[in-house]
């Protein structure tokens, strides 16, 4: 699924958020790259938050792989 | 959803609604957008542009967020249980307001309750001076009723039942 089509989902749906989120499986490195552009108080930066906590980008640092999400969901847990 | 930025002392509440018969409510996702989303419904005196809302004048604002629903058990033997919450629903909000037969409003809560299935946006704004924190929610309208005892001014009450998971906070800053 391309992240337009995610952002599209998201943005249109009447159902739960986190519910739809968690079977929307897109880039990892796409959404962090569209969250880092995407303006505040806008419809495209909240769903690309949520998209983030369910598609945390990983990042190789030396021998250990690590998933990073948006400094808002890091203490919280992925469902 | 966005959360509330700052704390706001000493605020005032109001009720806005979406204005129109046949209201296409906002997607879950906007429900947490202040700009060109929840900013159209709420009133300049709110803050908002309120292009597509209305004021719903109403005695006060009553409490809103969500019910409680537990499942509990118990041991053989054992005095205590754990209290397990549950699938609980959305709180109803009963608003009492004066009738008035030519607030549009009012008149679009009663077409609403008389439908029972028209979703509709409605927004509790807090607002101190320039700022506002809004909690944006999805319903439908259940009870109308009109009182017209003479002995008092005539007054209507309602029930508002928010939809389940449809709701989002923003704030205008």
Not at chain 2, 48 to 57: E, K
Not at chain 2, 130 to 143: C, I, K, L, Q
Request: proline content about 6%.
């Amino acid at each position: 699924m391309t992240l337009d089509e995610a952002v599209e989902i998201l943005s249109t749906t009447y159902q739960p958020l986190d519910l739809i989120a968690r079977g929307l499986v897109v880039d990892p490195t796409e959404v962090s790259e569209a969250l880092a552009n995407a303006e505040e108080d806008t419809v495209e930066k909240f769903v690309l938050t949520i998209l983030a906590k369910y598609n945390p980008q990983e990042i190789t640092n030396g021998n250990n792989t690590e998933q990073q999400r948006p400094a808002e969901f890091s203490n919280q847990s992925v469902e | 959803m966005a959360l509330p930025n700052k704390v706001l002392p000493g605020f005032s509440a109001s009720m806005w609604m979406q204005t129109s018969s046949t209201p296409t409510p906002l997607t879950v996702a906007n429900l947490s957008v202040w700009t060109a989303q929840v900013t159209t419904i709420v009133g300049t005196s709110a803050n908002g542009t309120g292009g597509s809302g209305t004021q719903l004048n109403v005695e006060a604002v009553p409490a809103f967020g969500q019910d409680d629903a537990v499942a509990s058990f118990g041991v053989a033997g054992s005095r205590q249980s754990d209290k397990i919450p549950t699938q609980s629903a959305p709180t109803s909000m009963t608003i009492t307001a004066a009738w008035n037969p030519s607030d549009a409003a009012l008149l679009l809560i009663r077409g609403d309750a008389y439908s029972g299935v028209i979703d509709r946006t409605f927004v509790v704004a807090a607002v101190e001076g320039s700022n506002t924190v809004a909690y944006a929610f999805n319903a439908r309208v259940g009870e109308f009723k009109i009182d017209a005892a003479p002995g008092a001014e005539a007054k209507c009450t309602f029930t508002i039942h928010p939809r389940g998971n449809q709701y989002g906070w923003s704030n205008n800053t």
